[in-house]
């Protein structure tokens, strides 16, 4: 019986060391929830972001005067994005703009906000602005949160 135990324990090792090195990559993978992106700090360091989030850190790290600056250089996506049908290649290229709440525009609204006084912007899908902003809502959104007191 203790032949059948000194077996099974080796048998065992380098299955665990094989799961336990698994697991460690799959959580090594997983710790990271951004994306690379332009160090633009030009200290050579790599800026993680979330794809539809552009925060206070990122803003100040691009010498850019315009949100729509910002977004250009940070988050082309977001002025590519269509609603319709993704299909048939058919829809219209929409993105409404909020500030602090507040229903502005278009896209180019985003042009008469400096950059210096913006917190943070996040782009929400049709369907997430549907959600979160109401069924009135049809079109991609940015929402911008200003700076508050500075």
Not at 60 to 82: D, G, N, Y
Not at 107 to 131: K, N, P, S, Y
């Amino acid at each position: 019986m203790a032949f059948l135990s000194l077996v099974g324990a080796q048998i065992m090792r380098p299955t665990f060391a094989v799961a336990l090195t698994c697991i460690l990559v799959a959580a090594s993978a997983c710790s990271s929830s951004g994306v690379r992106g332009p160090a633009g700090g030009g200290d050579g360091a790599i800026v993680l972001h979330q794809p539809n989030l552009i925060t206070t850190e990122e803003l100040r790290q691009v010498p850019l005067l315009t949100a729509l600056e910002v977004v250009q250089r940070l988050r082309p996506r977001w002025l590519r994005e269509r609603i319709g049908d993704p299909a048939t290649a058919r829809g219209t290229l929409a993105v409404v703009v909020y500030v602090d709440g507040l229903l502005r525009g278009g896209i180019l609204h985003l042009d008469v906000l400096r950059a210096a006084d913006i917190e943070e912007m996040e782009f929400l899908t049709a369907f997430e602005a549907t959600q979160r902003l109401g069924v009135e809502q049809v079109s991609n959104a940015i929402l911008v949160t200003s700076k508050r007191g500075d």
